[in-house]
Structure formats: structure tokens, C-alpha cells
């Protein structure tokens, strides 16, 4: 058996064969345990063993290494090393070396931890830490989209927004806001103790409305219109976890301040005047229009997406549930998690690997940080899988061969680089089939690791979850006699051009996350990716 480390690049199947040198022969290395695809109840010590011989020429074997740790050979050609698996997804790399140095290489996966059903609860499965700075950013957005914003439908269900005297009778006083409109706006948010500082001064302010009544039983209506040079609102906005609707915010505390307040209510009795309260109408209302803005805006920032929603991803039918269970604040920013669940709709999966997180050290900088459960993703890759879309067939035209089919054995995972604690999605123990007119005639087992990328979102708002570079561990198999008159390495670059579908299909699919996205334009800048206690790390800052 013989393997090849491919860094991947899409190469057509003639130039990868010219660019293969001569290279010794290596020696005959099998792996007899554990099996391809092996699944485990948990992690710890792991036994590999199999057998090794010299090559054709006779050159003695000079040491076998499992993930580099050299293993203990018998005079018989057996040989065995033990090794620490741990949770998630682990590549088995064995390789051989003889005196001449000749290398064969194998290499398999182990995936270990908790089967779980597919459309499980997952519990934190998304954490995000938002600076004061970032908090700052958002106010500022938010500033020019108040401007903008149509109150009408939101202020509709509030009419009448003055009801009094119990009428229609022969005396009573009801107001009906047609419109809430300003020339400018600045907001500040500021993040205490428990909430956020909010102040709003908004400028030009006008309020049309429309005054019905009756006086004496002679009733009437009348437009009104009210209007300030400025207004200044003031308050804490507390925001609670309000299941799957998202968040809830409130204005605690209002205080309204006016400049230039101006009344037209012409033709209007003092009776019906003083039932109006034209004069308390800014401070009633204003505090209730920034909560209704409000609310959209800090669902959206802090990622709330009340569910359920339905996505359609790669012809699919996603469905996704995100509750927040906790929210907290202090002057330094503010903290979010949230329970997802997410599944593909009239999709059978046989379930996910599950394996236990902590809470990840969460610190914005300036900007904001976001941490995702390498469970959320595990569970869309396990059904995924379910769906056939992995199972990729590509014509080819190798001479020997006009297809080859990639079909999955394990459901891929995204899992610690146990080297450097970075995540990575490992696409485990594959099988890659060559055809002619429908026959084998070659077989390969394929393991391959991609490195994870953070970049802006299509929308152009937020981040997105993208799949880097792969490396491609590809061995040829000797259970289908190989009958494509091609080596053994260059049958396994072949499964580049299959494998590349594959990476772009779970490339959609993890796009598909939810993450926050932010108002008014912002973008992530500077972003950068880690890893802690079982959760993907994206960091930025916003402008």
C-alpha cells in the first residue's frame, strides 16, 4: 500500500502524473486495527497494529511511527504503538521507513465520542462578546437608519395612542398618530451594569395626527400636529432572553427633554385640549417608538434570529430554532449565548459525534468575538451526509477510466487539531471507486483535513464560515485490483477532482450558520480565527 500527501490544487490527471518523480520502493506496510471508519464511545489509549515486510529488493524495514510515535516491531513483521485519541475526529497516520528510505504511509481515521440524534437541542452553541467599541459602532449605524425608518406600521397597533373619557359619547377626546418623523438623529449605547446607557437626540421631530371627539354629544375631528427642535431620550435598555422570538428590550426609566415644542391644534374646545395632553404627547411616545426600533436592531446585532425560520441551502430545506439563554452586561461590553438547533427537513441521519465543551474565554478587544460549538456543525455535516450530497459521481477521462465515485463511510466532523488546538473539518475515510463502463478497475481510501476561514458574508454585513485549504491523505486500496495502468500515486491524485466538489458542497452548508449580522453597512474587518474548549473563535472589528 502506498500513500500520498497531496496539498490540494485542482491539477488535471496528466500533469500530476508528469510531476511525480521516481521515488524507492517502499516497503509492503499493512494496518490491520483499528478498521477504516472506526466510531468510539469516548477518547483515551488507542492500540494500532499490522504488519510490515522489506520491499521486492529485500531492504530491511528500519521503523514505523503511528502519528509519530515510533512503534514496536516483532522479528515476525508485526509491529503495534499506542496512542491518545481524543474527542472529536483523529487521523491515524502510520508510516514506514527502510534502510534506504523507502516510505509507505496509511492513513485512517478514529472518530470518538457520544452518538446524539441530529436534531438535537444544542446547548451554547453559539456565544458572542461585544465590546463598548463595537456598541459604539452600532450606535452610530443605528443613528442613520432611525432617520429612515418607517414608524407608521410600527406605531398602528397603538392608536388610539390617547384614549379618554370613555367614548365615542357626548364627551370624549381620541388621538390617532399618523407618522413619526425627525430630520436627524444621533443615539449613543453605552454598555452598565445590566443594560445599555441609551440616549437618542432626535432633531426636526414631527408628529401628525388626527383628534376625534365630542363635546356637549356635538362630536367632531381635527388634525393635529405636534412637533420639537429636538428631543433628548434618555433610559437604561434592558434586554432578557424571549425564546424563540429572540430578545425582548424595554426603556427603563425614560426621560424626555424638549426643545422648541410646538402644538397646532386649531378649533379644538379646552375641554378636549386638556383630555388630549398635546403637550405630553412627545414624552408618552418617544420612549415607545426607540424601543420599537430598538428591539429589530439589537435581535439582528446580538444574533437572536427568532425561529423557527426556514433556509433553503443546496436545494435543501433547513430548518432552524435559536433561543438565547443568557445575556449579561458590564462596562467593559456585553455577552450572549444562544441554544440552536438545526436540521435538514424529510432528512434520516443516524445521528452525530458529540463531544463535551466548557465555556470559551470570551474577549471582544475592540471589536466583537463569536464562538461556535464544533457540535452545531457536527450535526449539519451528519446530515448532510444523509442527503446522498457527498456521494459525488465525476466523469473522467483517464484512458483506463471514465468515472469515479467518492462515497462516504463517516460522517465528516469538525474537531482540534490535537497539535495545536486549531479547528479544522476532517473528512474521514472515504472511498474513492474508478470506473470503466461501469467496473471498478481502482480503488483509493481518502482522509482529508481543511483548515477553517472566516470572511464577510455575501450580504456583505456579519461573517461567514468558509473552508480554506485542504490536504488530502489519499491510499491506494487492494481490495479492486488496479487496472488503470496508472501508478498507485497517480490514481490517488486523481481523487482531487472529485474531493473539490465535496469541500464546496460542506462549504455551503457551514455558511448556512447563524451569525450575528450588523446594521447600517458594518462590516468585520481584521478578522481572525482560534479555537477554545470545543468552539470555532472568530474575532474582528467593525467599521
Keep these: 500500500m502506498r500513500t500520498l500527501i497531496i496539498a490540494t490544487s485542482l491539477t488535471v490527471l496528466a500533469s500530476a502524473c508528469d510531476s511525480i518523480g521516481e521515488a524507492p520502493e517502499p516497503p509492503v506496510l499493512r494496518v490491520l486495527s483499528p478498521q477504516r471508519s472506526l466510531i468510539r464511545d469516548g477518547a483515551g489509549a488507542l492500540t494500532v497494529s499490522g504488519t510490515v515486510g522489506p520491499n521486492s529488493e529485500g531492504v530491511p524495514v528500519k521503523k514505523i511511527t503511528v502519528n509519530n510515535i515510533e512503534a514496536t516491531m516483532g522479528i515476525d513483521g ?9 474527542p472529536g475526529a483523529t487521523l491515524i497516520n502510520t508510516i514506514a521507513l527502510d534502510e534506504h528510505g523507502g516510505k509507505a504511509e496509511d492513513t485512517r481515521s478514529v472518530e470518538a465520542g457520544a452518538l446524539r440524534a441530529p436534531n438535537s437541542n444544542i446547548d451554547n452553541a453559539l456565544t458572542t462578546a461585544i465590546s463598548a467599541n463595537a456598541f459604539a459602532k452600532i450606535a452610530s449605524a443605528a443613528s442613520t437608519i ?7 406600521p410600527m406605531l398602528a397597533s397603538l392608536n388610539p395612542v390617547v384614549d379618554s373619557g370613555g367614548g365615542p359619547d357626548c364627551l370624549y377626546a381620541q388621538l390617532f398618530v399618523n ?30 395626527g388626527k383628534a376625534k371627539f365630542a363635546v356637549a354629544c356635538i362630536s367632531g375631528s381635527s388634525d393635529v400636529r405636534v412637533s420639537a427642535t429636538s428631543a433628548l431620550i434618555s433610559g437604561t435598555l434592558l434586554i432578557s432572553p424571549d425564546g424563540m422570538n429572540g430578545f425582548k428590550t424595554d426603556l427603563a426609566s425614560p426621560v424626555v427633554q424638549l426643545q422648541g415644542l410646538n402644538i397646532q391644534a386649531s378649533g379644538l374646545a379646552g375641554e378636549v385640549l386638556d383630555m388630549l395632553n398635546l403637550d405630553g404627547l412627545i414624552q408618552k411616545l418617544a420612549p415607545t417608538a426607540a424601543k420599537l426600533f430598538m428591539g429589530p436592531m439589537v435581535n439582528k446585532a446580538l444574533g437572536g434570529l427568532g425561529g423557527p425560520k426556514e433556509l433553503m441551502v443546496l436545494g435543501k430545506t433547513m430548518v432552524l430554532q435559536v433561543s438565547p439563554s443568557a445575556i449579561s452586561f458590564d462596562p467593559q461590553g456585553g455577552l450572549v449565548t444562544l441554544n440552536t438547533t438545526m436540521y435538514i427537513k424529510d432528512t434520516t441521519s ?30 449539519m455535516l451528519s446530515q448532510l451526509v444523509a442527503t446522498g450530497l457527498l456521494q459525488v459521481h465525476l466523469p473522467a477521462d483517464g484512458g483506463s477510466f471514465d468515472g469515479n465515485e467518492i462515497g462516504m463511510t463517516s460522517p465528516p466532523m469538525v474537531s482540534a487539531d490535537p ?111 482560534t479555537s477554545d474548549d470545543g468552539y470555532v473563535m472568530m474575532k474582528g472589528t467593525l467599521e
Design 179 to 208: 407618522d413619526f418623523t425627525m430630520t436627524n438623529a444621533t443615539i449613543s449605547l453605552v454598555p452598565v451594569a445590566g443594560g445599555l446607557a441609551f440616549s437618542a437626540k432626535l432633531e426636526g421631530l414631527n408628529i401628525p
Design 146 to 152: 432611525i432617520k429612515g425608518t418607517d414608524f407608521k
Design 78 to 86: 508485526t509491529w503495534s504503538a499506542q496512542i491518545d485519541v481524543k
Design 419 to 529: 497539535a495545536n488546538g486549531m479547528m479544522r473539518l476532517i473528512l474521514p475515510d472515504m472511498t474513492s471507486t474508478f470506473t470503466m463502463l461501469g467496473r471498478p478497475v481502482g480503488k483509493a481510501a481518502i482522509n482529508a483535513t481543511v483548515e477553517l476561514k472566516i470572511v464577510p458574508s455575501q450580504s456583505g454585513y456579519g461573517i461567514a464560515v468558509q473552508l480554506g485549504e485542504p490536504v488530502i491523505h489519499a491510499d491506494a486500496l487492494e481490495d479492486v485490483p488496479n487496472e488503470t495502468g496508472l501508478s498507485d500515486d497517480d490514481l490517488a491524485t486523481a481523487v482531487e477532482l472529485c474531493l473539490n466538489s465535496q469541500i464546496a458542497t460542506v462549504g455551503a452548508l457551514l455558511g448556512a450558520i447563524p451569525l450575528p449580522s450588523m446594521p447600517g453597512g458594518l462590516t468585520m474587518k481584521d478578522m481572525s480565527i
Design 350 to 379: 443516524k445521528g452525530y459525534i458529540f463531544t463535551d465543551n466548557g465555556m470559551p474565554t470570551m474577549d471582544p478587544g475592540q471589536g466583537l468575538q463569536l464562538g461556535i460549538a464544533d457540535d452545531l456543525a457536527n450535526s
